[in-house]
């Protein structure tokens, strides 16, 4: 193995075990590859089991519906506004948890994950608990998932719920020079894109907007998932790899971004931790301020609670960050 990189503490996963019903062609269509002998099969298998979370960690399910029971609570718990529609698809929407504290506070803008394909903000308020006690805002943003909208119109959805809660920052009481940008794996790969300046590059709401930024378990470079099971839903071409993968649009030293917090869980796979490293370099060489914070002993479904415990190493990060006590 080559040396490891200095922004790589853990070595992570490197396949997932490929469950018994897969291994069968007759099971599950997708992973049938039935053009394919059993040589190129097995290796297009090992490459889908290079990011096949669920199959990596089989009692997935259960951390799911804490994430959902416990944002439930959270919900119920704090003043919140909640389905705010910002556009006019079904899932353009986001929720508003607010602290209990009088004046403009500080808003973090939360992007949810789920492969682009999956998941829905609903299951993610309970990462805003303990920031709102500290008296920051925290608006988990929905959006329309693929293969139903592009790759593509799901980074121009997150750009204008961004711009909705920038251009409405006075009536829900957001201090505009103290926005801050979240997201955890495939929404670790808008909020990159959010800090490249989304497909256009000059979106309304600068990313130097934000002062500090946090990407649990992200993914930069689209090329390998293009190669997997996943683009049977992204479905990008090599252009569209080029034009959304975050590692190939670092935004440029005379940027003046704020520093960014990166970290992945410790049990994750291997790939999770090249996707990083990758992007920490880049990130550095363009002359931003980086500050790694792997979590150890977490996995990719158990991760964000490291980013949502008061006493999480990537929550105390992103604290210090905010400047929050």
Known sequence: M????????????????????????????????NDMDDTARAEQLQRDASYNNRWAVPGHIA?????????????????????????????ETLDILYPDTDGKVPLIVFLHGG???SMTKDS??????????????????????CPDITLAQMTGQVERAITHLWD?????????????LAGHSSGGHLAA?????????NPRVPPETFKA?????????????????????????????????PLHHIPPADKQMGPLILGTGEHELAEYFLHQSRYAEAWIGAGHD????????????????????????????????????
């Open 63 to 91: 951390d799911l519906d804490q994430w959902a029971a416990d944002s439930a609570a959270v919900r119920d718990a704090v003043r919140c506004d909640l389905d705010i529609a910002y556009g006019d698809g079904n899932r």
């Open 290 to 325: 980086l500050k790694m914070c792997d979590a150890a002993g977490y996995q990719h479904f158990d991760v964000p609670y490291d980013l949502a415990n008061e006493n999480g190493r990537l929550h105390r990060a992103f604290r210090d960050a905010m400047r929050l006590s």
């Open 213 to 245: 930024s946090v990407i649990v378990s992200g993914l930069f470079d689209l090329a390998p998932i293009a190669a997997t099971y996943i683009n049977n839903y992204i479905q990008l071409d090599n252009a569209g790899v080029k034009a959304l993968s």
């Open 124 to 145: 993610y308020s309970f990462i805003g608990e303990n920031f709102v006690k500290a008296g920051a805002a925290f608006a988990v943003i929905g959006f329309g998932l």
């Open 168 to 180: 409405r920052a006075d009536e829900y009481g957001f201090d505009r020079d103290r926005f801050y």
């Open 2 to 33: 080559a040396a490891q990189s200095p922004y790589r503490k853990f070595h992570g996963m490197e396949f997932s075990p490929i469950p018994d019903e897969i291994l069968d062609r007759t099971t599950n269509p997708m992973f049938a590859y």
């Open 193 to 201: 894109m959010v800090l490249s300046g989304g497909i256009s590059g």
């Open 115 to 117: 492969y682009w394909l």
